[in-house]
């Protein structure tokens, strides 16, 4: 569901509330439905084995009425039908029990807004979700309530029936809600979505895991075939030029009453073992290169199939091009016709492998200049020595002001700050809010990032206006009590009049970013200065009254897929659950055993983990880095390959004017003149390649940058050196030959023929 507030709109894959049950029940189209709920880096407990797992959910009986997941041991959906049951797969069951027989035995686990774990008896065992599902799976439980509510935010797969009309679906909910709610500002948009689009064509906030990007995909498949086109068009190149070298063998055979079928016959007798041991070996390296990515290509019967059916066209286009060329060269009757007829052919694929040679080069680094460009935006983004521990349950988050003092005693240990998110993830809560001096009748919303007060200082963002020195965050006990009175109002409609007390008179400060300025109804950011501002939330306890002390640029803490967008900033302790700490040395590992220590001893019950900054970042960006990685290498094997096409181009250029050499030379060319002579017609060939590669190039990359808010420049240099690199990789496989040539003794070249 799309909400849009204002001028906030806020998309994320998972809904709230319990409409979606009323779907099932006001359309007989739509016949099932399942709603999934994750623990969010849940810590699990088997035996003496703690771990964390961000693949533990919580899911309704009905899961296995949408889902084919295969139970191997025990029962699936009536263990989800009763309390404290769960679902564990057989590759976790074998690594902490030993063994897949765990029916009846027990495992605990803390979700990470509970003070204390839940003990679950294991219902059944269910066999590993592939490895191409869009979400997987450790442990399935019955659905549980967390601190005595059950939490209404989940993920929600429909079954309907085929050729159901989704968007009258849509537009009957949209209206239903129209009529039905409260909230009369808030504009909500029904988006159904297949299963099957998920990985490749949603983006929005809160995924359950990161997805792939469909321009991506066409990005690397188009290297792919770049690569096989060079290939072929090499292979095309270099079995002309040998079958040139073998016309008098040809002819001799002719003579001799060989027919065409015999001669195509023999030469594929020659080519086909190598092409075979062409294949083996290619189905080698992709195993290697697949183990290094850690990815099975051959996960389903369809991948099979296409890499079946892809080398079987290969394999048949291979054959065709020789069963054509020994054709051609039977017919051929003498090898200097064979040299003057067909040289003008080789042009055009030349020119077409110099054209996807110079679009690798360019898109490789355009690429690189990107993740270059992302890198350079992000706060601390190349700090190495930067740690953050991450996803800190809320209970740990508590004890949060003790373990910063345990740390900061070490002199290793520069600062240490908190967040509500991670650097560069998705700050999806947005708040309505009312501030003195705006008059709007249209009801606006701010996103919502809370910190600790050295937060600004630590990652070096600097204001624009006024200061970012918030107010120390209040205390665990304080939010706790306003909490409580919030949730109590919101769940159960009453309000403890003497709890609430103890939570009042107390005033926020707020940083703003500079994209809250327009919002906010500011020419300036010094304007903002001083303003008084509420957040109109249910938890209005927890999030009281302030004023705005401080303007900061927009300091991009969060991913660069989407532009930037209003945010405000202010400090609370028991949502900052990503802990921060900057290192006075880049020598981590003996920092990095006192601060486990200091973990273990203030929170034993957890276990400790941490990521680096920079490290986390690459994380949010994997896929890419690992485009930009496999770019490079396709960029690689293409120019290889491009060379030793024109290397052999060149020999075959050389050898049809090897007396035309030796005359020059006899009248008085110099080497210098005979190398220019050989090497001008490779230079115009690069220049008409490069006018055709460079629109091709820069379309292709304005597309994939489309995946960014924020791009960089398309500079005329960048493809300028592409081309530059394609001529001097010519100039340097041509000019060898060419010297060899040109050095040669005139005799020679005059005996040649």
């Known amino acids: 569901m799309k909400k849009s507030k204002g001028s906030v709109n806020t998309h994320p894959a998972r809904v709230y509330g319990n409409w979606i049950y009323d779907i099932v029940k006001d359309y007989p189209q739509v016949e099932k439905l399942t709603a999934i709920t994750p623990y969010r880096d849940a810590i699990v407990k088997i035996d003496n084995d703690i771990f964390y797992s961000d693949c533990v959910f919580s899911v309704d009986s009905s ?17 989800l039908k009763q309390p404290q049951k769960a679902l564990i797969t057989q590759s976790l069951a074998k690594k902490y029990f030993g063994t897949d027989d765990v029916v009846g035995k027990s495992i605990s686990i803390t979700h990470q807004l509970e003070k204390e774990a839940s003990d679950y008896i294991v219902g059944g065992v269910i066999d590993d979700v592939p490895e191409n599902s869009h979400f997987h799976i450790d442990i399935l439980t019955s659905q549980k309530q967390i601190n005595g509510y059950r939490n209404e935010w989940a993920y929600v797969y429909y079954l309907v029936k085929p050729n159901t009309d989704l968007q009258a679906i849509a537009k009957g909910v949209e209206q239903k809600f129209e009529e039905n709610s409260k909230m009369k500002n808030v504009e909500r948009t029904i988006h159904f979505q297949k299963l099957t689009d998920i990985h490749l064509h949603s983006n929005k906030s809160r995924e359950l895991e990161q997805n792939g990007s469909s321009r991506s995909l066409f990005l690397l498949n188009s290297g792919v075939l770049i690569v096989l086109f060079i290939a072929l068009i090499n292979f095309f190149n270099l079995s002309r030029v040998q079958f040139i070298s073998e016309i008098k ?3 001799v ?4 009453g060989a027919t065409k079928r015999h001669i195509i016959l023999d030469k594929l007798k020659e080519t086909l073992p190598l092409l075979l041991l062409s294949i083996i070996c290619g189905l080698f390296f992709t195993y290697v290169i697949s183990e290094f990515m850690n990815t099975n290509l051959w996960a389903n019967v369809k991948a099979e199939i296409l ?3 892809a080398i079987l066209f290969v394999l048949g286009v291979l054959v065709l091009i020789t069963a054509f060329l020994s054709m051609t060269l039977s017919e051929i009757t003498a090898e200097k016709q064979m040299l003057t007829k067909h040289y003008g052919s080789y042009r055009i694929p030349l020119i077409l492998q110099l054209v996807l040679s110079i679009v690798t080069i360019a898109g490789t680094m355009v690429l690189h200049r990107q993740m270059s460009f992302v890198n350079s935006l992000h706060p601390a983004a190349n700090a190495t020595n930067m740690l953050i521990i991450p996803e800190v349950p809320m209970e740990a988050a508590k004890k949060y002001d003790l373990f910063k003092q345990e740390l900061l005693k070490n002199p290793q240990i520069a600062s240490v700050t908190a967040a509500m998110e991670k650097p560069g993830g998705n700050i999806i809560d947005n708040f309505p809010f009312e501030m003195e001096g705006l008059d709007s009748e249209e009801k606006k919303a701010i996103k919502v990032l809370t910190v600790d007060a050295n937060f600004f200082h630590v990652l070096k963002v600097k204001p624009i206006a006024g200061s970012v020195s918030l107010t120390k965050p209040t205390l665990p006990d304080w939010e706790q009590k306003a909490l409580q009175v919030g949730l109590a109002r919101m769940y159960e409609g009453k309000t403890d009049e003497e709890l609430k007390k103890t939570v009042e008179n107390y005033e926020d400060t707020y940083v703003i970013n500079e994209s809250a300025i327009k919002l906010l109804g500011f020419s300036n950011p010094e304007e903002a200065i001083g303003k008084r501002l509420k957040l109109t939330h249910g938890l209005s306890e927890l999030f009281p009254e302030g004023r705005i002390i401080g303007v900061v640029p927009d300091f991009h803490y969060t991913n ?3 532009k930037e967008e209003p945010m405000l900033i202010l ?12 290192l006075n040395t880049t020598k981590t590992n003996k920092v990095l ?10 929170y034993p019950d957890f276990p400790f983990r941490y990521e680096f900054m920079s490290d986390n970042y690459k994380m949010v960006y994997k896929g890419e880095y690992m485009q930009t990685k496999v770019l490079s290498f396709f960029a690689l094997v293409s120019i290889l390959l491009s060379a030793i096409g024109i290397f052999a181009l060149t020999k075959f250029s050389i050898q049809r004017r090897t007396k035309e050499i030796g005359i020059r030379k006899i009248n008085g060319a110099t080497i210098t003149e005979i190398l220019t002579m050989l090497n001008k017609s490779f230079v115009k060939w690069i220049a008409i390649a490069f006018v055709i590669a460079t629109p091709i190039a820069y379309y292709a990359m304005t597309k994939w940058l489309e995946n960014f808010a924020y791009k960089t420049a398309l500079s005329w240099w960048i493809f300028a050196l592409a081309g530059l690199s394609a001529l001097l990789i010519a100039l340097l496989t041509v000019s060898w030959q060419s010297w060899r040539a040109a050095s040669r003794n005139p005799v020679e070249a005059l005996r040649y023929e």
């Not at 055993?593 to 203030?602: L, R």
Request: charged residues 25%.
């Open 571 to 582: 400090a609370k302790q028991m949502f900052s659950k990503w802990f921060i700490i900057s």
């Open 307 to 309: 890499s079946v059916v």
């Open 249 to 251: 063998t040809v002819k």
């Open 63 to 79: 899961f296995f009425d949408i889902f084919d997941f295969k139970v191997l041991k025990g029962v699936g959906k009536e263990s």
């Open 560 to 562: 660069l897929f989407n």
């Open 253 to 256: 055979k002719i003579i001799n």
């Open 593 to 602: 055993t006192e601060i486990n220590s200091a973990w273990e001893t203030i």
